[in-house]
């Protein structure tokens, strides 16, 4: 049941965006469609892909991915369908959602950058093109991704942060939701570590339980059990964090630590091709992976001690709206709500 009216007009003379409301949410819903053409998409690239290399079509390997994107589009569809209804929590997840998504094309901007002229120039080794061929390749792609991953999440942001547009929904909708009871760069870490979760969890399926322990590779059902006893950890931080219970923040702080010194400790001296086999690629399609892969154990280190810096950088960032007690634990959360 919903919770009874907490203010019916908290700001005065604000500008009605009921009309943006709908008309952005219209724009999301489109996207979520999008995203969910990418589901069978999947199973034909997988399928055109083992027939073009003589091997059976490897399905498993797509369930992450499949996960991943079955669930973006349901976000998104969901959110959008809250926006044209100017519900105050769809308002607030969009904000959250947007940031993200803005944050993650910031850097998928920047690794094509770094990674498409080297393939660009092994798909040409054998047959070169033009100057000109060579600099469309590069700048048609990074138009498209800079407007899909940069301007459009840049807009949707700087529409839904707008004081008028959170006024606009807490006047249509002047109930507490579940995202008004805790800080919003709170909510936005719950649900980052409730989705890592439900990927670990897809990943004794899709990688057959690969997972770098400490200087080497478990796989199948010793790499399951790790994989799913962590993914328990993180939906138990997920939910703790949102309650502002400081063990979930140490936990998962914990779990980071000890998940880059393990990648730091494998990743260089593993050997990539074999890490695919274990995953169940045959080797056909491991080699064509190899050629035209740039992915390496240096790399890896790389992309595991930078993403986990970050991460651990925004917990610290974020322990300021934990309780510094418990005695004042309640005082803290309500003033942070």
């Not at 083992?50 to 569809?77: D, R």
């Not at 390749?137 to 839904?160: D, E, N, R």
């Not at 779990?255 to 056909?284: C, H």
Request: aromatic residues 12%.
């Amino acid at each position: 049941m919903d919770a009874p009216p907490i203010n019916p007009n908290p700001v005065q003379n604000y500008k009605d965006r009921r009309i943006g409301l709908v008309a952005f949410g219209i724009v999301i819903i489109g996207v979520g469609c999008v995203v969910a053409l990418f589901l069978p998409l999947s199973f034909i690239g997988q399928f055109l892909g083992a027939k073009s290399m003589g091997v059976p079509p490897n399905y498993h390997v797509l369930a992450q991915t499949l996960l991943m994107y079955g669930l973006l589009a349901l976000a998104l569809i969901w959110l959008g369908a809250g926006s044209i209804q100017a519900r105050r929590w769809a308002r607030a997840l969009l904000v959250i959602f947007t940031w993200s998504w803005l944050v993650i094309g910031f850097f998928t901007v920047i690794a094509f950058l770094m990674v498409m002229p080297k393939a660009i120039a092994g798909l040409t080794e054998a047959q070169p093109l033009p100057q000109v061929a060579r600099s469309l390749m590069l700048l048609l792609p990074f138009v498209m991704l800079t407007c899909a991953f940069i301007l459009l999440p840049l807009g949707l942001l700087l529409f839904y942060s707008s004081s008028h547009v959170k006024a606009t929904c807490e006047a249509r909708d002047p109930v507490e939701r579940w995202t008004d009871r805790t800080p919003l760069p709170v909510v936005g870490a719950a649900l980052w570590v409730a989705f890592g979760a439900l990927m670990l969890l897809s990943m004794p399926l899709s990688a057959r339980g690969v997972i770098p322990a400490f200087g080497r590779i478990l796989s199948g059902a010793s790499g399951s059990v790790v994989l799913v006893t962590v993914a328990a950890i993180w939906f138990y931080c997920a939910w703790a964090i949102y309650r502002l219970q400081p063990a979930g923040w140490w936990l998962l702080i914990a779990t980071i630590v000890l998940s880059v010194v393990s990648n730091v400790m494998t990743f260089p001296k593993i050997d990539i091709g074999e890490m695919y086999r274990l995953m169940g690629y045959p080797d056909a399609q491991v080699e064509r992976m190899l050629r035209f892969n740039f992915v390496n154990g240096t790399i890896l280190t790389i992309c595991s001690v930078g993403s986990s810096l970050l991460a651990v950088g925004y917990l610290i960032w974020l322990k300021r709206f934990f309780p510094r007690s418990t005695q004042s634990g309640a005082g803290s959360l309500a003033a942070a709500s």
